[in-house]
């Protein structure tokens, strides 16, 4: 039976429902093994109009794009040359298989696995991060689903043209290799994805970010230092750091304020022993320019003041089998379940009555993907269902929660610092930072290659631990290199933020305490000047630089926001017609005008890099005319490569 409507076709061949619609600039199909379509949105809940769309018995036609249903298969074709970017795998008849199988649970899930055409001559970026980065994702296996350091972006992009999103929050796999590009889930209730072509890169980015929703602003009064480290223990000690500051004419846009500033987790509110006027702490820093961050866990111990409430009012996530809990970390806990709208409002409210009423209104949103103890995904089930069949979707909400907030208490520009995110979180204020990281120049190699897909999949507003996050010792010639090359990256980031737990560490305040914030270690300094003043000068000095970029940056955060693409670019999003850029990891272009080359070698004084065909101002004012080739570049201690693009008159 087909049904037909003017932007939609519905096949029901007995074995599945099919539904292919016209969705902004590009074509849904959902596909479900028996009944009904559900109408889940999930990252597509943009109103997108749509035009021009023909919708015929066997095919779909949207944007320049044909998706067509012959013999059970699907196929993406461009119209204008009547090319496939995109198809179903077919299989001899004597296999007896199919590209396509959906196997029926319980209830109205199944598990699933699609499997699609391989091309040889096909570039693949995108999908997030992980620590086992590859920049070229052809060949790799991942897994969708959210640990710490691990972000799926099920977003793809492709060098023939075509952009892909697995619309679908479940946990599951994607394979790309060779011989086929495979997308798996373990549990649904309907296999959901998304196809837009373009002619260029960026163009499919634009058609992306259209229908899951454009990136919230980035405020102009957070561009410029953010000092943090593990951890200020009280508040004193947030004091020192910033007269410190304020006596070298330094003055951060941000000091963050960590974890275990709480008595229990799950209090949402300070230690009065160890802060004993936190609204007086943030008016002295307000006075002095500078904000204020709160790490916020969604960890609720048994012991908490809060923990009566959540629970009896079903806002924490719980499991199917066994004691309720789901992190053993310094207590029993159970996480905030961000998923269900009643709970983001009560737990908005909780901050907004106590961090809120010290002026604090900035939050980090640490262990939210959420960290389980045991990644035993069908052990937990959350307010929107089964966390089998939705825990990609956790992190996106966690955001959304300080979103919707703050924008009902009237502020334009809500932004979070947040450890995890998926499809969507750009547009609810998510400022995403990639997790507990190693410090070494290897971790440095990997982040760099993160950040740039996790560009392409749609998370522009993405920064990493300056230095790394663990393992780094203040006093290790080693890493003090390490840290200066990373701070010299993090300047050309959309936020420069400090931050790790350095070594030796400083130990706790209190020896016979099991809770509140004096039981729990510190790292040791982190400040620009915590390294030496050999180091310092080198960091004084590029803080100065981003000071002067200060309104580039503003401007090009602006571009993000009206067209989705990231500040952090791969190279070929800006030079889609040069093939040497395809492979390029180890760079990118800053916006439109800057060409970044971090230094992630350690004793490197010179590097490669590759200028596209042009003119480039290197930093030494040595105007370069590329035909688009290497060069061997400089690269003291005290320098990194940077080239600024110049426009042909």
Not at 570 to 591: I, R, S, T, V
């Amino acid at each position: 039976m087909i049904t037909k409507t003017d932007t939609s076709l519905t096949i029901h061949n007995g074995d599945e429902t099919i539904r292919i619609e016209a969705w902004g600039k590009g074509i849904r199909v959902r596909i479900v093994p028996c009944g009904e379509i559900p109408d889940l949105k999930w990252a597509l809940d943009e109103d997108v109009p749509v035009s021009d769309v023909t919708v015929c018995d066997d095919h779909v036609d949207n944007g320049g794009m044909r998706c067509i249903l012959e013999n059970g298969a699907l196929r993406f074709v461009r119209m204008a040359d009547d090319t496939v970017v995109l198809a179903e795998k077919t299989y001899p008849w004597a296999l007896h298989k199919r590209g396509r199988t959906l196997h029926p649970l319980s209830g109205n899930s199944f598990s699933a696995e699609i499997v699609f055409e391989s091309y040889e001559d096909e570039h693949l970026h995108g999908m997030g991060q992980y620590r086992d980065a590859v920049y070229d994702l052809k060949g790799a296996s991942l897994e969708l689903s959210p640990r710490n350091s691990q972000i799926s972006v099920p977003f793809l992009l492709s060098s023939r043209g075509y952009g892909f999103l697995w619309n679908d929050p479940s946990i599951g796999r994607a394979t790309f290799a060779t011989n086929g590009t495979t997308w798996s889930t373990r549990s649904t209730r309907c296999v959901d994805m998304w196809v837009t072509i373009g002619d260029t890169p960026s163009q499919i980015l634009q058609n992306y970010s259209q229908v899951i929703g454009r990136p919230s602003p980035l405020p102009d009064d957070l561009l410029g230092l953010w000092q943090c480290k593990l951890r200020y223990r009280t508040q004193q000690e947030v004091l020192d750091v910033a007269h410190e500051y304020a006596k070298r004419g330094i003055k951060p846009d941000v000091i963050v304020i960590d974890f275990f500033h709480w008595d229990y987790q799950g209090d949402w509110d300070f230690d009065r022993k160890y802060w004993p006027d936190p609204k007086a702490m943030v008016d002295e820093l307000n006075d002095m320019g500078i904000r204020v961050m709160v790490s916020v866990w969604p960890t609720v111990d048994e012991r908490s003041k809060n923990y009566r409430a959540f629970r009896d009012n079903g806002f924490l996530i719980r499991t199917d089998r066994g004691q309720d809990i789901t992190m053993d970390f310094f207590g029993k806990m159970r996480f905030f379940d961000a998923t269900g709208p009643e709970a983001r409002k009560f737990g908005y409210g909780l901050l907004k009555s106590s961090y809120g009423s010290y002026g604090i209104d900035l939050f980090w949103l640490d262990e939210a993907e959420p960290e389980y103890s045991v990644y035993d995904y069908d052990h937990y089930r959350q307010y929107i269902g089964s966390t089998l069949e939705t825990g990609n979707f956790y992190p996106r909400c966690h955001a959304q929660m300080i979103y919707d907030g703050q924008k009902a208490d009237g502020k334009d520009s809500p932004l979070s610092l947040i450890r995890c995110a998926w499809v969507g979180s750009c547009k609810l204020g998510a400022l995403v930072w990639s997790g507990d990281i190693e410090s070494s120049f290897r971790e440095m190699r990997v982040q760099l290659i993160n950040g740039l897909n996790m560009g392409v999949a749609g998370i522009p507003w993405w920064i990493s631990d300056t230095g790394g996050f663990y393992n780094g010792n203040i006093e290790d010639p080693v890493f003090k290199e390490l840290l200066v090359r990373w701070y010299q990256w993090a300047v050309y980031m959309p936020i420069l933020r400090m931050h790790g737990d350095r070594q030796p560490n400083m130990g706790s305040l209190e020896k016979d305490t099991d809770h509140g914030g004096g039981f729990c270690s510190s790292g040791a300094g982190n400040e620009l000047w915590s390294y030496g003043e050999d180091v310092y000068a080198i960091l004084k000095k590029y803080l100065d630089v981003r000071e002067s970029l200060k309104p580039y940056i503003s401007e090009t955060a602006a571009e993000t926001v009206r067209t989705g693409l990231p500040m952090m670019r791969a190279m070929f999003l800006e030079f889609p017609e040069d093939e040497g850029c395809y492979g390029l990891c180890d760079q990118y272009m800053f916006g439109s005008r800057y060409l970044v080359a971090p230094v992630t070698e350690y004793g490197a004084r010179q590097r490669r890099v590759y200028l596209p065909k042009g003119r480039w101002l290197s930093s030494d004012g040595t105007v370069v005319q590329s035909s688009g080739r290497n060069y061997a570049v400089p690269a003291p201690l005290d320098l990194i490569p940077v080239f600024e693009r110049l426009r042909e008159d």
